[in-house]
Structure formats: structure tokens, C-alpha cells
């Protein structure tokens, strides 16, 4: 997929942006470059299956917030969260940070790789259908290691579950996020071991 001649916000898009720029008194609008710039992405991947934000759509956003395109161009290449050439249909983002790391992220980037058949970080399998890449700390350190695909984080991966988890994707399946070793929130392996107690209502 090639960087698009033009670019313009859907009607979906468009009543969101009408809520967003609501938020900001007037002569602050470009604070929401960074919610524009999502809804950019997210219209992409809605529209093509690719969630990423080409030029021209910066640029768009530069003349709807009254910003000069470069402020745009940096925020956008900032951010990890956006990505700036087109991805797979599943993003697989996988946090290497060290809680990650010593409960088994290596394994769970072996797995991707094994099973997708991409080679290193930011890069895009044969099919299309996935791209990998190596995030930093996702924020849920107690479920340790996190494979965030797209939106959803999957806690508590191994390399068996990585595989079943891509396979699954592959047939288009989306299994359910969350805790793979049927944790309760963040509550220790095995269950809650305190305030076991709850009173009758």
C-alpha cells in the first residue's frame, strides 16, 4: 500500500472531531493533534486494514488545527502509537520491558516470529496479516508478559499460547483478551489468596 493522493475524515470520523475540538477553548485547538491524529489511524485501518496515518492525512490535520504541517509531522513520528507506513491487519505489539522480560517476552517474540515469519522489529509478514513491534512498558507488569494485539492486551503469554493466539487470528478468530492462564484480574495465580470473605448483602 502506497501513500494515498488525498485523504479526507469520514462522517464517523467527522462527529467525533466535532466532540474533540468542543474540549478546547478557542486559540488552543491544536492540543488535539494527538486525538486527531488516532482518529486518522483509525479511519485508515476501519477503511483499508491498514491502522496508520499518511502524510497527506497529517497534513489535513495541520490546516483543520491551524498548525504548521511539520508540528504535525513531529508529534506523529514522537509517538510510538502511530505508525507512519501501512501495517498488517494485526498490530503484534510485544513489551520487552523487564518485568516482561524475566516472565518470558523473549519466548513470546520467538513465537511471533515462528509463526508469522517475520524476521525483525517493525516489519510486516509475507500475508499482510501481521506486523510486529517491540513496545515498551504496557502498564501491566502483574500479568506478565503482555502481547498487546491492535487494542487488546493478552497477559500471561508463553510461546505455546502466542502461536495458538496468532493461529487463531490467522482464521479470524479473536479470542478473548485478557489474562491466558485464567487469572481474575490481577490476582495471583491460582486465585484470590486474601479477602476471601465477602459479606452477604
Known amino acids: 500500500m502506497s501513500e494515498p493522493a488525498t485523504f479526507?475524515?469520514?462522517a464517523e470520523s467527522e462527529v467525533k472531531i466535532t466532540k474533540i475540538l468542543a474540549k478546547y477553548p478557542s486559540g488552543r485547538q491544536a492540543s488535539a493533534v494527538l486525538p486527531l491524529l488516532d482518529l486518522a489511524q483509525r479511519q485508515m485501518g476501519r477503511l483499508t486494514g491498514s491502522?496508520?496515518?499518511p502524510r497527506v492525512a497529517m497534513d489535513v490535520i495541520a490546516?483543520?488545527?491551524g498548525m504548521a504541517p511539520i508540528r504535525v509531522y513531529e508529534v506523529a513520528t514522537?509517538?510510538?502509537?502511530?505508525?507512519?507506513k501501512p501495517i498488517g491487519k494485526y498490530h503484534l505489539q510485544v513489551c520487552t520491558t523487564t518485568p516482561c522480560w524475566l516472565r518470558g517476552s523473549?519466548?513470546?517474540?520467538?513465537a511471533c516470529r515462528r509463526a508469522t515469519g517475520i524476521k525483525g522489529?517493525?516489519?510486516?509478514?509475507?500475508?499482510?496479516?501481521?506486523?510486529?513491534?517491540?513496545?515498551e512498558c504496557l502498564g501491566a507488569c502483574v500479568n506478565a508478559?503482555?502481547?498487546?494485539v491492535d487494542d487488546d492486551f493478552y497477559e500471561d503469554m508463553d510461546a505455546a499460547k502466542t502461536e495458538a493466539l496468532i493461529e487463531a487470528l490467522r482464521r479470524g478468530e479473536k479470542p478473548k483478551p485478557g489474562s491466558m492462564a485464567g487469572r481474575q484480574g490481577s490476582?495471583?495465580?491460582?486465585?484470590?489468596t486474601t479477602l476471601l470473605d465477602v459479606p452477604a448483602e
Open 8 to 10: 479526507a475524515f469520514d
Open 187 to 192: 490476582a495471583p495465580e491460582g486465585g484470590p
Open 121 to 135: 522489529w517493525r516489519e510486516t509478514s509475507e500475508d499482510e496479516l501481521f506486523t510486529m513491534t517491540e513496545v
Open 145 to 148: 508478559p503482555i502481547l498487546q
Open 51 to 53: 491502522a496508520w496515518v
Open 106 to 110: 523473549d519466548e513470546v517474540t520467538a
Open 63 to 65: 490546516a483543520r488545527l
Open 78 to 84: 514522537f509517538y510510538f502509537m502511530f505508525n507512519t
